[in-house]
């Protein structure tokens, strides 16, 4: 397949320019979420950047034409702008933006830039939708409810300042990572006037129809008389987070008729443009850590359901119509690439394009849109490009780059080179996947100390996406090796559970392999190894150096370190139970305990930074509190990096996310020793 790239993207960096650098922060652009409008003729998408004098990340949208002429901004400001969706006839755009403060929902005339707010809700809309006649827009949106009150205490005194009042919980689910505490309330359907006014709610009952817990939108039905979402409406949804169903809302009566009956996940519905079948992702729920979604078409009534690719041992995701009924688009990952596909209702599949992505980061992710001609507009990402617009058709499905946001940035810094690597593991010869960056002006001839990056989920994958962290290490003097290692998804739902009830465990043994596949290049030095990684791959670098002393430094990043706690503390409580253990911890005691990194801590000799972000309810800083304290006790040189208001990732704030590069880079740095 050939990619066409414009031409300052593909143009070789100098020699004498200067690697990436944690700085880089807040120069890097990224050019997300594209939707291509109706006539496939321009693609509005999010072009991402950050404010430097305030710290903040920050994003506004642009509008390219399809041939890549034109480019241009829609909205302008230090705010961020999300969500973009063209209007049918393609003379608007929707989009939320929090401009005002809380993310309203707004409306922007393409031709002439007026805009109007569509709406003032208390808490901002989501998975916005378009009506067919483009008369109105559906949304999701939280409904606050008062939250439980036990006590009732007297009114303080006339000009007394008391301190906030107790907050009475009495949910599982109260937090959310990202979110922090939950409001207490239900997230509903809503249809509101494009032009404005008050929203109807639509949706009714003590139930979430998204929101935190399911990110599906809402789809209109042709004749604009009801509304189709996954939504999970049990009463014990907090229980059983991932069974939705979907069920149409009907806009005469709001009545609702659920339309799929299953135990496990049904989602992302797509009407066909006949209004007669509906597309959608899901699977028969087993508890397993890693279960591929299936596509399946149904008649409109939710009767017939059938499967489509059936032969595809990968997970379909976001369906969406090919224009004239004859099939369904979908992205899925297929060993480390995030790729577009093409499903017949006959049941063949061929894949349209590869390389989807963006956004920084090696993981996994993809977006795109359709358009009513056939074109088609998705995020790309590659080794050495951060994140554009790329365009095709169907009948021509090779994209063009249209978009080259970071063209000044690149052109003044070298990347590392990114290289490809198959291995076999010394657990048992499997075949595990990976890719070495080389720091710029790599010479053969040279040793280097090398880092092993590893991936969180653990049911996620690495690819061949541009990285950014990745590239400031190499940029540093570091060989970086990351792989998909047993348990990583895009590689079929055998090789992802081979760490189901398991995990951590045989993963030490692909990721150990891979570091001996990399000194045998003969360019590594032995004694200069580091291990890192970050959530999964926190919970795998204590694994590792808990089962071995080759490493001179680590740094494990929001870990979870005693499964036990972790289950009782984070945000997924249930989610943790039912499906990465067999059971309860007070019922599984021995279970639990094995597969602590506590059971490991007293083996460990290398030094070990510990950074977590304080909003972490993902990983809680309980776990790398518990970990720094049992090394300390055990006298190995550590230290613990606490991030103000970040959740898991530290990269809600630049200056947190070029300090988690520093902190890091610094800690091996501290500890290469002499190198030959």
Avoid: C
Avoid at 33 to 52: C, E, F, K, L, N
Avoid at 544 to 556: E, H, L, Q, Y
């Amino acid at each position: 397949m050939t990619l066409l790239l414009p031409a300052t993207a593909a143009a070789a960096q100098s020699p004498s320019s200067p690697p990436l650098t944690e700085a880089d922060v807040f120069n890097i652009e990224y050019a997300t979420s594209p939707q291509i409008a109706p006539d496939g003729r321009r693609v509005a998408y999010v072009r991402h950047g950050t404010d430097i004098m305030a710290d903040r990340r920050i994003s506004n949208l642009w509008i390219v034409n399809a041939d890549g002429t034109n480019n241009h901004p829609v909205t302008t400001g230090k705010q961020s702008d999300d969500q973009p969706r063209w209007s049918p006839d393609g003379t608007r755009i929707a989009y939320v933006s929090d401009r005002d403060g809380t993310g309203q929902l707004y409306v922007v005339w393409v031709e002439t830039g007026y805009t109007v707010k569509v709406t003032n809700l208390a808490y901002p809309p989501n998975g916005i939708a378009w009506s067919p006649d483009g008369k109105q827009l559906a949304f999701t949106a939280l409904v606050a409810d008062k939250p439980p009150q036990i006590a009732t205490l007297p009114a303080p005194p006339e000009g007394a300042k008391w301190a906030a009042p107790a907050v009475v919980i009495d949910k599982l689910i109260y937090r959310y990572d990202g979110a922090g505490y939950l409001k207490t309330g239900f997230v509903h359907l809503f249809t509101v006037s494009a032009e404005g006014g008050v929203p109807r709610q639509v949706s009714s009952g003590a139930f979430q129809h998204g929101g935190v817990f399911d990110a599906s939108a809402p789809v209109w039905a042709p004749d604009g008389k009801s509304i189709v979402l996954s939504a999970n409406r049990r009463a014990d949804y907090e229980l059983e987070p991932l069974d939705t169903e979907i069920h149409e809302f009907s806009l005469g009566d709001a009545s609702v008729r659920q339309l799929t009956s299953r135990k496990g996940p049904d989602g992302s519905p797509a009407i066909s443009p006949d209004g007669r079948f509906i597309a959608y992702v899901g699977f028969d729920d087993r508890y397993q850590g890693y279960q591929i979604n299936r596509l399946y078409v149904m008649d409109r009534d939710g009767r017939n359901s059938r499967p489509l690719a059936v032969s595809l041992d990968r997970s379909p995701d976001q369906p969406s119509w090919a224009p004239d009924g004859s099939g369904i688009l979908f992205v899925y990952d297929d060993q480390g690439d995030s790729k577009l596909g093409l499903a017949t209702l006959d049941g063949k599949v061929r894949t349209l394009t590869g390389r989807l992505g963006g956004g920084g980061s090696a993981y996994g992710g993809a977006s795109y849109s359709v358009a009513r001609t056939g074109a088609f507009a998705i995020g790309y990402s590659s080794a050495g490009v951060p994140g554009e617009v790329a365009v095709g058709t169907m009948v021509n499905p090779t994209p063009r780059v249209v978009t080259d946001v970071n063209s000044d940035l690149l052109a003044a810094r070298r990347l590392g080179t990114v290289e490809e690597i198959w291995y076999p593991s010394s657990r048992d010869q499997r075949r595990i996947h990976g890719w070495i960056i080389k720091p710029p002006g790599f010479d053969p001839s040279r040793k280097y100390p090398l880092i092993l990056e590893i991936h969180g989920g653990p049911f996620a994958n690495y690819g061949p996406r541009f990285d950014f962290e990745k590239q400031v290490y190499a940029g540093k003097g570091y060989v970086v090796l990351y792989t998909n290692p047993r348990g990583s998804t895009s590689y079929g739902e055998e090789f992802g559970n081979l760490i189901h009830h398991a995990y951590p465990g045989d993963d030490f043994f692909d990721l150990n392999s891979g570091v001996d596949a990399v000194v045998a290049k003969g360019y590594i030095d032995p004694s200069q190894l580091f291990v890192t990684g970050g959530s999964g791959g926190g919970v795998l670098t204590s694994w590792v150096i808990g089962r071995t002393t080759r490493f001179r430094a680590a740094a494990t990043v929001y870990p979870v370190i005693n499964w036990t706690s972790w289950l009782l503390t984070s945000d997924v409580p249930s989610f943790g139970a039912k499906y990465w253990f067999p059971g309860l911890p007070w019922d599984n005691a021995e279970h639990y305990e094995k597969r602590s990194l506590l059971s490991v801590v007293k083996n460990v000799k290398t030094p070990t930074m510990v950074i977590t972000g304080e909003e972490d309810y993902r990983t809680p800083m309980s776990e790398s509190e518990q970990y720094y304290a049992a090394l300390k006790l055990l006298g190995v040189e550590s230290v613990l990096v606490r991030v103000p208001g970040e959740p898991h990732g530290i990269r809600r704030i630049p200056s947190h996310h070029m300090a988690k590069m520093a902190n890091i880079a610094g800690w091996f740095d501290r500890h290469r020793g002499s190198t030959p």
